[in-house]
């Protein structure tokens, strides 16, 4: 694969994780504290709402994820068998690993927990529950936290990676 092309599909990469995990932190950083002057129920609703907003932003994130990384993988294969051999090699699989606790996370927010909000959001209006809404809102600050943590550390094992991928690295 020609060098340009190479730099274009790792760059492509790299700023379709960082779109995926930065969407992420902007939402639990800027817009969730702004939607609690709302009020519960409202913010509830408002947040699942925007959520699906996201949501395209991340299938965009990881269908490019997907494509670049499966291509990396293809142009590389010969290189990655004795690569498990090396500590980048764990590196590596930590990583996918940890994309897989990613892409899970992902998949149980947008068919779980965000229709959860949205009809907890719609029973709310018409009989408001702040027991259960404080109980969905819970459910989605920690599996947040979680997509966090984990997406900081993806990111942070992919810049691992790079350094020990160099020559002498």
Do not use: C
């Not at 907003?53 to 490019?64: A, H, I």
């Not at 907890?120 to 819970?138: G, K, L, T, Y």
Request: no cysteine.
């Amino acid at each position: 694969m020609p060098a340009f092309l190479g730099g274009l599909l790792g760059t492509l990469h790299v700023l379709s994780a960082v779109a995926w995990v930065g969407s992420v932190i902007y939402h639990f950083v800027a817009v969730r504290p702004a939607l609690r002057l709302l009020g519960e129920g409202r913010a509830l609703g408002m947040e699942a709402r925007t959520a699906a907003r996201y949501t395209m932003v991340t299938w965009v994130s990881l269908g490019l994820l997907a494509i670049t990384g499966f291509i990396a993988v293809a142009t590389h294969w010969a290189a990655l068998s004795p690569l498990l051999a090396r500590p980048a090699g764990l590196v590596l699989l930590l990583k996918l690993a940890l994309v897989a606790v990613l892409s899970g996370i992902f998949l149980l927010q947008t068919y779980g927990y965000d229709p959860f909000a949205r009809r907890v959001f719609r029973a709310s209006q018409d009989a408001f529950n702040p027991p259960r809404i404080r109980e969905a809102a819970a459910d989605r600050n920690t599996l947040f936290i979680i997509y966090i943590v984990t997406g900081v550390l993806v990111i942070a094992l992919s810049v691992a990676l790079s350094g020990l991928l160099r020559p002498g690295g």
